[in-house]
């Protein structure tokens, strides 16, 4: 059964930071590259950042591209956000999936979503 637990969310002021967790079931983590997404008020979710099954390929929207850093540690079955300069169109509540490979490796795996964690960052 798959199961995801996001944690580390919060309320921080622009140019800010904020560590995200997601805590990930043994086969859904070790078998698969892990994304994060977010979703903002009423907007779509949407794929953020990728890191592969090895740890060391790395990929980032635009949007974040150098104040975002995701990592992995499989001990633990753990995949991270690191998020620095915040800004305000960065809130939003942040989920983790695992992703496809190929043509769909933005693309969730898994039907299930956990609770998310939300981010708020203030003006």
């Known amino acids: 059964q798959v199961q995801l637990v996001e944690s580390g969310g919060g309320l921080v002021q622009a140019g800010g930071s904020l560590r995200l967790s997601c805590a990930a079931s043994?086969?859904?983590?070790?078998?698969?590259?892990m994304g994060w997404f977010r979703q903002a008020p009423g907007k779509e979710r949407e794929f953020v950042a990728r890191i592969d099954w090895s740890g060391t390929i790395t990929y980032y929207v635009d949007s974040v591209k150098g104040r975002f850093t995701i990592s992995r540690y499989h001990a633990k079955n753990t995949v991270y956000l690191q998020m620095n300069s915040l800004k305000p169109e960065d809130t939003a509540v942040y989920y983790c999936?695992?992703?496809?490979?190929?043509?769909?490796?933005?693309?969730?795996?898994?039907?299930?979503w956990g609770q998310g964690t939300e981010v708020t960052v203030g003006s």
């Open positions: 999936n695992a992703v496809g490979a190929g043509s769909k490796w933005s693309v969730p795996l898994s039907d299930y």
């Open positions: 043994g086969r859904t983590f070790s078998s698969n590259a």
